[in-house]
């Protein structure tokens, strides 16, 4: 089902204008997410049980320390998160790795690659630049690293659709051009049963 067709998209819409989702927190800390898509994260996390989640996109740290703590009740995984801005007061956790870089270059996933053994399940996240350019570009650096079975999930889809301030082709387009060219990957539809999310179409699963 297309963004367009879901039928909770006037809640998301006013969901996404209302902008409640920049004073969401996780433990105190700035977090930039739709509620359900926390959720989803946790359901994943606990079925993947991932020992890599590489996140571009670091903010203030708020989903990095979610993961973190999710990872510490399933007392797997660490975090590598990315971000070009260094931010102050940023959550120290033991799971936790922050780089300064552009998520979209080789020398960034170069960077990255050194804390990934052979056998290591690897989660990808990106949530940094949301034009399409540079999300196509992370997608094409960073989707060898999946794990089969495991995720790269394309955060804020719905910004190509429902975005005043987005008024360039998003994170929508790049999956779209992605996946007519990778049919190891596929969307996982059952991350729409919440009809609530920022990342609709953006679960894409590894599946060879
Ligand atoms: C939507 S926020 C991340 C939100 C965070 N993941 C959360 O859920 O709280 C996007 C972040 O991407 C960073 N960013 C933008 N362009 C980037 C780039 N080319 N490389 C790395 N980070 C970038 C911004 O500095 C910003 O902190």
Request: overall charge negative; aromatic content about 12%.
């Amino acid at each position: 089902m297309d963004i367009m067709e879901q039928p909770a998209l006037k809640f998301m819409q006013h969901f996404f204008y209302s902008e409640v989702w920049k004073q969401t927190q996780w433990m105190g800390i700035n977090t930039l997410k739709c509620p359900s898509d926390l959720f989803l994260y946790q359901e994943i996390l606990t079925k993947v049980r991932p020992d890599i989640i590489i996140e571009c996109g670091t903010f203030q740290g708020g989903s990095a320390l979610y993961f973190a703590h999710i990872c510490d009740l399933l007392q797997n995984g660490r975090i590598i998160t990315i971000d070009s801005i260094v931010q102050p007061n940023r959550p120290v956790h033991p799971r936790i790795t922050y780089i300064q870089a552009d998520s979209g270059s080789i020398h960034t996933l170069m960077q990255v690659k050194v804390f990934i053994e052979p056998t290591d399940k690897v989660l990808v996240i990106l949530d940094s630049d949301h034009f399409s350019e540079h999300v196509q570009k992370e997608l094409a650096l960073y989707h060898p690293l999946v794990s089969v079975g495991s995720y790269i999930v394309v955060e804020d889809t719905i910004c190509d659709e429902v975005s005043f301030e987005f008024n360039n082709p998003g994170p929508k387009e790049a999956v779209t051009k992605f996946l007519e060219q990778h049919d190891d990957f596929e969307i996982d539809t059952s991350q729409h049963k919440f009809h609530w999310s920022f990342n609709w179409n953006g679960y894409l699963r590894r599946i060879r």
